[in-house]
């Protein structure tokens, strides 16, 4: 059974730092391009950040380039998402997703998702 697991969500501050990681099973996670996605209340989900399956290839969304860094241990099955320097406009709740194709911050060639971590940034 395929399953993608999102943990490290929270309540910070504006400025502040969290770590997400999300936890791959049921499949060879690094046969797939691994992305971190986002969904605000009312808003359409969209893309973060993206990783190829060797790490050669990192994409972010412009909203978020030089504070949001994704990397991935294919040991652990593991992905992750360091935010630093974050806005009340990062509060969303972040998806985890996995992608057979090369790296996309499209949500439609996406084959697995998690089931969401909430990280709210507020004073």
């Known amino acids: 059974q395929v399953q993608l697991v999102e943990s490290g969500g929270g309540l910070v501050q504006p400025g502040g730092s969290l770590r997400l990681s999300c936890a791959a099973s049921g499949f060879t996670s690094d046969y797939y391009a691994m992305s971190w996605f986002r969904q605000a209340p009312g808003k359409e989900r969209g893309g973060v950040a993206c990783i190829s399956r060797r790490s050669y290839i990192t994409t972010y969304a412009d909203s978020v380039k030089g504070r949001f860094t994704i990397s991935r241990d294919n040991g652990k099955n593991t992905v992750y998402l360091q935010m630093n320097s974050l806005k009340p406009e990062d509060t969303a709740v972040y998806f985890c997703?996995?992608?057979?194709?090369?790296?996309?911050?499209?949500?439609?060639?996406?084959?697995?998702w998690g089931q969401g971590t909430q990280v709210t940034v507020s004073s």
């Open positions: 997703a996995a992608t057979s194709v090369s790296c996309s911050l499209r949500v439609a060639v996406y084959d697995y």
